[in-house]
C-alpha cells in the first residue's frame, strides 16, 4: 500500500502533527510523545499524519505510533515500519513489542500486524495504587529478610532464574531483566533461610506515579503470601521516593497475578494485549509460510 505521502526520518525536536483525532497505541499526553521521540535512543520517521518510534523503555525495545485516523494508519503503518526495520539489526535485543490499549475491535488491524511480524503475546491489566501517603513497610515474618538487591551476579542469576520461573512463557527475558536491574530506581531480594526466593524491581518515579516494573516469587516458596509482602515494599519504596501513587501490571494469565495486586491494596485499572515481534526473520519467514499451507489445507482439503 502507498501512503499520502512519502516516509520521513523524523528529525529531532520536529512539531508533532497538529490534528487532535488521533490513534495511539497507549494512550500518552502530547508533552511525553514528544519527550519520547525527541529521546537520543530513539529511532522515528513521520508520514503526512503520522509518526512512528522505536523507543527503550522498561529494559525493551517499543514500537510507538501516532495517527490522525484509522485509515491512514491501515495505509502508513507497514510503510512506516519498512522504514524502521534497518534498524533493528544493531539494536542489540530479542523482540520488539508495543500494547494495545482501547482497542476494542482488532478484526482489522491483526492482518496488518501479521503482516508485519507481530503476534498477540498475552494481555496485562494495570493496577494501580493511589494514595501513598499513608503506605507503610510490611510486616516481615520470622525467618525472612528482605534486602536491597545488589550488582553481584549472584543476585542477578537468582533474579534473572525467578523471573523466567514466575512468568514462563510470559517472562520478558534475561537482557530486559539485566537492562532494568541496571537502571532500577530500586529492586528488592527476599531472602528465606539462606536463599533469595523472591525479587521486586521498580522503575525510578517519573512525576507522582511510580511503576514497579517486575515482581515474581520462586515456584519453591509459594503459598506464604511472600508476592504481596514484596509488592506491598515495593508500594513503600516508590512512596520513599516521592511517588504519590503506584501502578504495577498484572497477567491475567499468570495465576494469583491479579488476586496479589488487590491484596496488597491496587486496584484493577485498564487492561490491554501486547504484541511482540522476533528479531529472527528466518523464524517469521518460518511462521508465514506454514499458515500458507495450512491455508491451501483448508481450501482444498487434506493433500498430499
Sequence with gaps: MTTDGPVVQRPAGARRIEQRDFVRNIPTRDRDWEALLDADATEAVETDGGEMALVRLDGQLQLRFSFTDRELMKAAFNPMWSALHPHLASSGVDYVRFDLVSFPVREWIDPMLDEAGFSPFGEWLECERRDLTDVAPPELPAG????????????????????????????????????RLAAAGWAGVLEAGDAIVGYAINEPPVGNSGLVQSLGVAESARGHAYGRLLLEAAAYQLAAAGARRA?????????????????????PGRS?????????????????????????????????
Design 144 to 179: 525472612v529478610r528482605l534486602r536491597r538487591a545488589t550488582a553481584a551476579e549472584a543476585d542477578i542469576e537468582r533474579i534473572v532464574a525467578i523471573e523466567a520461573e514466575a512468568y514462563g512463557a510470559l517472562a520478558d527475558g534475561e537482557r530486559a531483566t539485566r537492562a
Design 272 to 304: 490491554a494485549v501486547e504484541f511482540r515481534r522476533t528479531l529472527d526473520e528466518a523464524a517469521i519467514e518460518e511462521r508465514l509460510r506454514n499458515r500458507q499451507v495450512q491455508g491451501m489445507k483448508v481450501r482444498f482439503g487434506e493433500w498430499r
Design 247 to 267: 501502578l504495577v501490571r498484572a497477567r491475567p494469565d499468570i495465576r494469583h497475578s491479579a488476586e496479589t495486586a488487590v491484596a496488597a491494596g491496587f486496584r
